[in-house]
């Protein structure tokens, strides 16, 4: 069993940052990838960034330059930092990891999804 905890969601204004944290925790043996999704209502839900066990990222091409994954494999956690944000930033972000259990088993876990408002 693995748990997903994200945090950092919240209210901001136009032109300010936030900085959502996905830790998990559980049976997990190792990490692979993990990353950021988001979702409107009315539409599917879709990559905002994503890192590798080795460091390696990408992003959506229309986000590059305003938001930074990183992630600290000794806390299995994930981090996305959200700068200069607009308006149609507004969405529920959802953390998305990659993972081998102990029994050798690999999972996709889904976090329950932080609501991030911006404010014009």
């Known amino acids: 069993q693995v748990q997903l905890v994200e945090s950092g969601g919240g209210l901001v204004q136009a032109g300010g940052s936030l900085r959502l944290s996905c830790a998990a925790s559980?049976?997990?043996?190792?990490?692979?990838?993990m990353g950021w999704y988001r979702q409107v209502p009315g539409s599917q839900r879709e990559l905002v960034a994503s890192v590798t066990s080795g460091g390696s990222t990408n992003y959506a091409d229309s986000l590059k330059g305003r938001f930074t994954i990183s992630r600290d494999n000794a806390k299995n956690t994930v981090y996305l930092q959200m700068n200069s944000l607009k308006p149609e930033d507004r969405a529920v972000y959802y953390c998305?990891?990659?993972?081998?259990?102990?029994?050798?088993?690999?999972?996709?876990?889904w976090g329950q999804g932080t609501q991030v408002t911006v404010s014009a």
């Open positions: 559980g049976s997990i043996f190792r990490i692979n990838a």
């Open positions: 998305n990891v990659d993972i081998l259990t102990y029994l050798d088993q690999r999972i996709n876990y």
